[in-house]
């Protein structure tokens, strides 16, 4: 079980990914945006997913060139009793490994 201490570092290293989420994709930085999933992470749009961070990169360059701005507000996010994973109601599941938080899968599901 996790103490509070840890609990809130946790919760501002998420809130913190989800800021860098934002912010590298609306400055055009593909790769530092990509860099925030894991190696095997996934953004998915509806029925399309795409994996994987040189994909993820490849979409962010394309993405960049429509001229969108993101803002991304989920401050309501679950730790896993374990520490080990979290969700958050933006549909984002996110990973602890190698000391960092990163993005396992960005979802946006279109009704």
Known sequence: MMNELQLFRDRFAISDLLARYTLTIDNRDARGWASLFTLGGRFEHGNRVIRGREKLE???VIHNNLGSRHITCSP????SEDGQSASGKATTVFIFSDSLWLSRCRSRRIP
Do not use: N
């Open 76 to 79: 309501l996010h679950h730790i």
């Open 58 to 60: 490849r979409y962010a």
